[in-house]
């Protein structure tokens, strides 16, 4: 799945907008309210359409809240309708173009008619999933990711992980939080099958190489059943507990583990390439978020080398991140234009692009 083109009416702060998205990365600048996290929502209320159609997983319903609002007065503040979000995407080989909306003031139910090509397809991978007897379907990923990632969760202990479903890849995918939890439990769940029954371990080691990818101090993963957690092994062969880690290093595992456990949940007939070959859209507010500006100047290069067939679509505040892109991966929410591609001009001269000054 690859976002073309979205066109928002009346969702939250935005009246009338359409945004262009690069189909590999597109980063979102611009002042704290100018709209990078509602771009987020608004594409994450489009991915929840295909959910509609699996049956098992939550879709992404609109919320009241969202309609936006406009005070007439300051005792007369009215919903403005009709709300709509219209998108053109793509999806194994075809091309999408729909939109949901409604014209009544209160209530979540949108349209969804137009939409109906696409919910049919997912319905379809669903019936397939659980048919044996044809060839598996490569299921895209759709993700969310945002600044509640790094919520410190109640330690509990692990417990192995019950064999499910492919579709259990989409489960909370458009809850802006992480749960540690579930890929730290298949982690251990598949280290343990691997030594003690000698499982194929091709799934395993497509997990840890995208996270061995994203964290180049990390050389091996291992799983410690004393410590209960994941440990990675630093360039000076000493091992690092997941735990210990700071925001920053927590911030690109904790991203890295959730991806790749979704894709080769996803898509374990990729076997070793489920990282490498799965598809799909990875919505990230605030990147850069607890990341050492060294570390900002080379995450995006990162996502792209671990995961080549993701769409990104990433909020961010920092000028190390915008020079590290080119002209068409960068979405500027504020007045200025880009003459020349940000990763050819000086840090000076993309911070004035994003709009600091002195």
Same mark, same amino acid.
């Given at each position: ?5 979205? $066109?928002?009416?009346? @969702? ?14 597109? %980063? ?22 295909? @959910? ?6 939550? #879709? ?64 379809? !991978?669903?019936? /397939? ?14 993700? !969310? !990711? ?8 109640? $330690? ?13 890849? !989409? ?10 939890? /579930? @890929?730290?439990?298949?982690? /251990?769940? @598949?280290?343990? #099958? ?27 993963? $291992? ?22 880690? #700071? ?51 080379? %995450? ?45 001009? #000086? ?12």
């Amino acid at each position: 799945m690859k976002i073309n083109k979205i $066109h928002i009416q009346n @969702f939250k702060g935005f009246e009338d907008e359409k945004f262009h998205f690069n189909p590999k990365m597109t %980063v979102l600048i611009g002042d704290n309210g100018s709209g990078k996290t509602t771009i987020l929502e608004a594409l994450s209320f489009v991915l929840g359409t295909f @959910f509609l159609g699996v049956d098992g997983v939550s #879709s992404r319903s609109l919320q009241q809240s969202e309609k936006r609002r406009v005070a007439l007065s300051p005792d007369n503040i009215e919903v403005q309708l009709p709300f709509s979000i219209s998108v053109q995407h793509s999806l194994a080989g075809q091309d999408f173009s729909w939109k949901r909306s409604t014209d009544k003031k209160h209530g979540s139910s949108t349209s969804r008619k137009d939409a109906q090509k696409l919910i049919d397809m997912a319905k379809a !991978y669903t019936d /397939r999933v659980r048919d044996k007897d044809v060839e598996p379907d490569d299921l895209p990923l759709i993700a !969310y !990711y945002g600044t509640g990632r790094l919520a410190r969760e109640k $330690h509990e202990k692990l417990v192995y992980a019950k064999k499910g479903s492919r579709l259990d890849g !989409y489960y909370i995918a458009l809850d802006p939080t992480i749960c540690k939890k /579930r @890929f730290l439990s298949w982690f /251990r769940t @598949f280290e343990d #099958s691997k030594l003690k029954f000698n499982k194929d371990d091709a799934l395993y080691i497509a997990f840890t190489n995208a996270i061995t990818s994203m964290v180049p101090s990390w050389n091996k993963l $291992h799983f410690s059943w004393e410590l209960d957690d994941m440990l990675g092994q630093l360039n000076n062969e000493e091992w690092m507990p997941f735990s210990d880690l #700071s925001d920053g290093f927590q911030n690109v595992v904790r991203l890295a583990a959730d991806i790749a456990y979704r894709a080769v949940t996803l898509n374990p007939h990729l076997g070793e390439k489920a990282v490498l070959e799965t598809e799909g859209v990875v919505l990230i507010d605030e990147l850069d978020m607890h990341l050492h500006p060294t570390w900002q100047k080379n %995450v995006i290069a990162d996502l792209k080398k671990t995961f080549p067939n993701i769409q990104f679509i990433i909020t961010t505040h920092s000028p190390f991140i915008v020079q590290s892109l080119k002209a068409d991966e960068v979405l500027n929410l504020g007045e200025n234009n880009l003459s020349s591609d940000p990763e050819s001009l #000086s840090l000076e001269e993309n911070t004035l692009f994003m709009g600091i000054k002195d």
